[in-house]
T-cell receptor, first 114, second 112 residues
Framework: DAGVIQSPRHEVTEMGQEVTLRCKPISGHDYLFWYRQTMMRGLELLIYFNNNVPIDDSGMPEDRFSAKMPNASFSTLKIQPSEPRDSAVYFC????????????FGQGTRLTVV | GENVEQHPSTLSVQEGDSAVIKCTYSDSASNYFPWYKQELGKGPQLIIDIRSNVGEKKDQRIAVTLNKTAKHFSLHITETQPEDSAVYFCAAPQGGADGLTFGKGTHLIIQP
């Protein structure tokens, strides 16, 4: 397996524009997580899915953020409208089971909002 | 929810010496404690983990110890090598959810 695949690797956009980040989890994994990494706040869990169903979105910072998982092999994280403070590295991770197993992370998407 | 504190934020050691990174957690119900290594431009990668039913686990030069009473766990790296230079994160389960709460990270620098 190629691991968790995220696209794009880098995204630069202007404030107010819509941004869509994409993730393909490892085949067979039931859980998919979206994390955000910044210098100030470190790694924060935004939302996670189990069997394509959103379970906990309490980490999503604002209504401008939304995430979907239309099938087992694809998820998106959308920011609309984007703001400079959304600049961060966004990671997708997947696991095969609940707590207590390895989470496999993608390479991340570095988002810069100018 | 869970709160994870990690120290130090930066650690510089001579090649060949040992490095120790410490974390504390707040939720006494937590039972799984992984450590992740993140290299520049990459996502975090699991290097070792420990469950609450054991006090120590070793994997070659890496070991993790857990003190459930004190609610702290530590990462020990012996005979450090240049390739050990990276940012290390400890983590614990995020309360009743299935995600992880991460520490703020330790930038480990191995001096030649």
């Amino acid at each position: 397996d190629a691991g968790v695949i995220q696209s794009p690797r880098h995204e630069v956009t202007e404030m107010g524009q819509e941004v869509t980040l994409r993730c393909k989890p490892i085949s067979g994994h039931d859980y998919l997580f979206w994390y955000r990494q910044t210098m100030m706040r470190g790694l924060e869990l935004l939302i996670y899915f189990n069997n394509n169903v959103p379970i906990d979105d309490s980490g999503m910072p604002e209504d401008r953020f939304s995430a979907k998982m239309p099938n087992a092999s694809f998820s998106t994280l959308k920011i609309q409208p984007s703001e400079p403070r959304d600049s961060a590295v966004y990671f997708c991770a997947s696991t095969g089971h609940r707590q207590g197993t390895e989470a496999f992370f993608g390479q991340g998407t570095r988002l810069t909002v100018v | 929810g869970e709160n994870v504190e990690q120290h130090p934020s930066t650690l510089s050691v001579q090649e060949g010496d040992s490095a120790v990174i410490k974390c504390t957690y707040s939720d006494s119900a937590s039972n799984y404690f992984p450590w992740y290594k993140q290299e520049l431009g990459k996502g975090p990668q699991l290097i070792i983990d420990i469950r609450s039913n054991v006090g120590e686990k070793k994997d070659q030069r890496i070991a993790v110890t857990l003190n459930k009473t004190a609610k702290h766990f530590s990462l020990h790296i012996t005979e450090t090598q240049p390739e050990d230079s990276a940012v290390y994160f400890c983590a614990a389960p995020q309360g009743g959810a299935d995600g992880l709460t991460f520490g703020k990270g330790t930038h480990l620098i191995i001096q030649p």
